[in-house]
């Protein structure tokens, strides 16, 4: 059975075209039997129906990896508390950013339904910022590694910044220490 791979409103490449586009409607192909569609299209305004193989998501996944991204990408899920008509001040409406950390499309960062209601332009900027930490990370570290190279040809002002992409960077790479539990004495009671 197919499933939509893209979702309305999504920016997507269309590759034979060579031009962004907007899914404008999910096409679902039925026969006659299935509980499921068999196949699905998208209709991006350019004249003809495109399979999702055609298309390209703004955010790549593969692009993410070779750039230090550890595959982390920004996906989109259904909103299921509100209809689309209740949203349309959403950026993208009917929808919510998800980002998944995970090459099985699972685990990650998820926004409380109300909480995106509230503010959803600080959400979407949120998931951003968190779906391109592992490119800032990379970015860090050979910040940190230029300065280490040659510490006394570094101007001031980048040694100070690769000093504090150090600390940051012992702050995300730090494990935490178990909780030490004190033993109860069940003789002392």
């Known amino acids: ?8 409103n999504q920016k997507v490449w269309v590759e034979s075209v060579g031009a962004w586009a907007n899914i404008d409607r999910i096409v679902p192909i039925w026969a006659k039997g299935f509980d499921e569609p068999v196949r699905v299209t998208y209709d991006v305004g350019l004249g003809r129906e495109f399979h999702a193989h055609e298309l390209k998501p703004e ?3 593969g692009d993410d ?5 550890d ?4 996906m989109r899920a259904k909103n299921k508390w509100q209809q689309e008509g209740d949203c349309a001040h959403h950026p993208f409406p009917g929808t919510y950013p998800v980002v998944v950390t995970d ?11 109300a909480e995106y209601d509230r503010d959803p ?7 951003r910022l968190i779906a391109s930490a592992p490119k800032l ?6 910040l ?3 300065v280490a190279e040659l510490p006394e040809d570094a101007p001031p002002a980048v040694a100070e910044l690769a000093r504090r992409a150090a600390a940051i960077e012992r702050y995300v790479q730090e494990v935490p220490a178990a909780a030490i539990v004190p033993e109860r004495d069940s003789d002392a009671a």
């Open 1 to 8: 059975m197919a499933k939509a791979v893209f979702h309305k």
């Open 144 to 146: 940190i590694a230029l």
């Open 59 to 61: 955010d790549q996944a």
């Open 71 to 74: 595959g982390w990408r920004l």
């Open 137 to 142: 990370q990379a970015i860090a570290r050979d």
């Open 103 to 113: 090459a099985a499309d699972w685990g990650g960062w998820r926004t409380p339904g």
């Open 121 to 127: 332009n600080k959400m979407e900027r949120q998931a």
């Open 65 to 69: 990896e070779a750039e230090g991204g």
